[in-house]
């Protein structure tokens, strides 16, 4: 415990819960820039868009963004393009590139240009918000990122959980769940989005629900048993929230 | 049948026929001519004698050591039939019967009449047809085996390119993107068979290429939409007053948007295999990998409480990284979907060859339409039929097979490297 209540603990839990970060989605589908904008907005997002690739090459050299989203197909140029110059004047945002191609060549290519993850459409709101807050994270604390949620300090460097009581032993996928529900505080989980982050896009299997019920009740009886209120609230036939105030 | 056999069957009973009864006929027409020579040499005999009788009023004395016999027989009344007949005779030199051309005709000599017969063998013309047959039979003979001969030998070589061409055609794939190499040839059917298959060669070619862009194209296309739609469902789901009925509409809308995303995904992935834009292959720890994937799925097994038999030998394989993973998640993640509540799941790797078995409710299923797209032995809603021909196309794209067995009620996948 002593660990974890350090400085810079304390300076992490002020970013994360009192400044804005500022995030640029470049999607070409305003649609879908648009639910994106709607779902991280009510998280201390503060997100701006571009449509197309001028108006992401503008934004990207004046502003300064936490996060960028890039989509790689966009009118007027290539999203990689794009990240190649970004890296070229040694601007230190994270980049999670989004794309409809499913391609593993490409995902190299981005991941070699710097970007920091890759996510294929379709893809879950809740899945993106979990990877841009990871990105953000790692960039800004290097990994060495103690999170405090409600009674909770989560130690992302050696993956340890702490409560009033004392460490609190989870297993591998039970810590996974935990980290995504708290990149995804008082939202909605949907069943379907919780076994893609926990198993891949593979798992389609009607017996999977089991599973995460499984998964989320025996966290939720490990957060209970180590004094935490119940923070985690099945959504009728929908998924599970984690709610906290 | 080779066109040569086919050839050869209908020209040689076509030649024995038109040869035999060219040969009976010249029989038959020497045998004439030469008996009208004959019968020509008689009737000049008997010209000769009735000059003689004409002008000495006596018989001519007979030359008997001609084989032409001459034979006056005086007689009291005139003969009725006169002319040309044949006749067996007996030749006293050679002890022999031997057929004779006589011409019998009568004769008035000082008014006694005489009966005259003039006769001369056969022999000499029957020699002749029967060697004129026999050199026709020969000839005959000898053209036959001839024939036989340049049709198997030359004509062999003459269609030597189309059997090159054909045998560029045969190793013709259209995935492949190369046109066939056939033979050069200065025959013009055989040229302008090439040209015919090299447009057509062309033509699949471009066509396969036009319908790889459309299926990709499409598939880019198809993924908008739905990852817009997916996100809407996201956003709706984050309503805070939704009714039990409205979460059933929602629920049952994200199980069909994920079906439709799968079913695009996997779509797309058959088309870039077949497009074979997974060609980069490294050498792979298949017992690693196989260890992690089942690592992976452990929870899963553990779920539906199937009991799983791992046995893994030490096996390195050259092959695609992406496709292998897909592979294995389809092999297992079959293992589980069609294995029932407390079941067992076997997996081998031994000798190169990975078999993935399980217990299923369903009986033997039927190997030929098993790796057919959209193919379903049992209509399960989480399936979209797509996963066992996956498996099947990143086989033959990286050089293994995959077989699939039934046996002691376990359904058993084998890919061999």
Redesign the interface.
């Known amino acids: 415990m002593d660990t974890a209540f350090n400085i810079t603990a304390l300076t992490n839990y002020l970013y994360c819960n009192f400044f804005f970060l500022n995030l640029l989605i470049i999607e070409d589908e305003p649609e879908l820039s648009q639910s994106i904008v709607n779902y991280l907005s009510q998280n201390k997002f503060v997100c701006d868009t571009a449509q197309d690739y001028v108006a992401a090459h503008n934004k990207i050299f004046t502003n300064e963004y936490d996060c960028i989203v890039l989509d790689i197909t966009l009118p007027g140029g290539n999203g990689l393009e794009l990240l190649r110059r970004l890296k070229n004047i040694n601007k230190s945002e994270g980049v999670l590139i989004i794309s409809a191609k499913n391609s593993l060549d490409e995902k190299v290519t981005g991941l070699e240009l710097g970007a920091d993850d890759y996510l294929t459409k379709p893809f879950h709101l809740a899945e993106l918000s979990a990877r841009v807050n990871s990105i953000i994270r790692r960039r800004a604390f290097g990994g060495n990122d103690i999170m405090i949620i409600g009674k909770l300090v989560i130690n992302i460097a050696n993956k340890s959980v702490y409560t009033e009581t004392g460490e609190l032993e989870l297993t591998r996928k039970e810590y996974e769940l935990l980290l995504y529900f708290s990149s995804n505080k008082n939202r909605v989980l949907t069943k379907e989005s919780i076994i893609d982050h926990l198993w891949g896009n593979h798992m389609n299997m009607g017996d999977s629900f089991d599973l995460v019920y499984s998964h989320i009740k025996n966290l939720r009886r490990k957060l209970m048993d180590s004094g935490c209120p119940d923070y985690i609230k099945a959504v009728y036939g929908m998924g599970y929230r984690f709610l906290i105030s | 049948m080779k066109l040569i056999s086919l050839y050869n069957r209908i020209l040689l009973p076509v030649l024995i026929v038109v040869f035999s009864i060219s040969i009976v006929v010249s029989y038959f027409f020497i045998r004439k001519v030469l008996q009208n020579e004959l019968d020509a040499t008689l009737s000049r005999t008997k010209r000769r004698i009735v000059n003689y009788v004409a002008a000495n009023q006596s018989l001519p004395a007979i030359n008997s050591f001609n084989d032409q016999k001459i034979i006056f027989e005086p007689i009291s009344s005139p003969l009725k039939d006169t002319g040309f007949y044949s006749a067996t005779q007996y030749i006293p030199e050679q002890q022999k019967e031997h057929i004779s051309r006589k011409l019998l005709f009568q004769l008035n000599n000082n008014g006694q009449l005489y009966k005259v017969t003039i006769s001369e063998p056969l022999e000499g013309t029957s020699h002749l047809t029967i060697l004129l047959a026999k050199i026709a039979c020969i000839t005959i003979f000898l053209t036959l085996l001839i024939l036989l001969v340049i049709n198997r030998n030359i004509l062999k070589r003459i269609w030597q390119p189309f059997y090159q061409s054909l045998e560029a055609i045969k190793s013709f794939n259209v995935h492949s993107r190369q046109l066939p190499a056939l033979a050069v040839t200065h025959i013009d059917e055989f040229k302008m068979m090439n040209s015919h298959f090299n447009s057509a060669a062309e033509n699949a070619v471009k066509d396969y290429k036009h319908l790889k862009e459309f299926s990709e194209n499409a598939s880019?296309e198809i993924?908008?939409p739905?990852?817009?739609?997916?996100?809407?469902l996201?956003?709706l789901?984050?309503q805070d007053d939704?009714t039990?009925a409205q979460?059933?509409l929602?629920?049952s809308a994200?199980?069909s948007?994920?079906?439709l995303?799968?079913l695009q995904?996997s779509l797309?992935?058959l088309t870039?295999i077949d497009n074979g834009?997974y060609h980069k292959t490294g050498q792979l720890q298949l017992d690693a990998v196989i260890k992690n994937k089942m690592d992976?799925f452990q929870?899963?097994f553990n779920?539906?409480g199937i009991t799983t038999r791992v046995e893994l030998e030490e096996t390195s394989v050259t092959a695609n990284?992406?496709l292998l993973d897909?592979l294995l998640?389809?092999l297992f993640?079959n293992a589980?979907?069609h294995n029932f509540q407390g079941g067992v799941a076997g997996i081998s790797l031994k000798d190169k060859r990975l078999t993935v078995c399980n217990t299923g409710n369903s009986n033997v299923l039927d190997e030929n339409r098993l790796f057919r797209r959209f193919y379903k032995a049992v209509q399960?809603?989480?399936s979209n039929g797509l996963g066992l021909s996956i498996i099947k196309e990143i086989c033959q794209a990286s050089g293994s097979t995959i077989t699939y067995a039934y046996h002691d009620g376990m359904h058993c996948f084998s890919v061999q490297w």
């Open positions: 880019h993924q908008t739905l990852a817009i739609i997916h996100s809407k996201d956003l789901v984050q939704l039990e979460s059933e929602l629920q994200f199980a948007v994920k079906k995303s799968n995904q797309l992935l870039k834009q992976d929870d899963i779920t539906k990284r992406e897909i998640n389809n993640s589980v979907k399960r809603g989480e």
